[in-house]
């Protein structure tokens, strides 16, 4: 399993060299929610599609 600097590294290496700093925070930000989702997923940590559609309804209130 990689370091978080390690995976850090790798996806501001994936970066064409002219990106801006907000394009790699931005980047950086969605692998980590990508991650954070697929651990979840593993886990069972998760709601329907109906579950959250009952949320959003609520919200809206």
């Known amino acids: 399993m990689d370091t ?3 995976k ?3 996806v501001i290496q994936s970066q064409p060299d002219d990106a801006s ?3 790699i925070m931005r980047e950086l930000a969605l692998d980590q929610m990508i991650t954070s989702g697929l651990k979840d997923s593993r886990l069972e940590r ?3 599609n109906k579950e ?3 949320r959003i309804h ?4």
């Open 8 to 10: 850090m590294t790798e």
């Open 4 to 6: 978080a600097k390690q």
């Open 21 to 23: 700093y907000e394009e």
């Open 58 to 61: 609520k919200w809206r209130k």
């Open 52 to 54: 959250m559609e009952q």
């Open 46 to 48: 998760t709601v329907s």
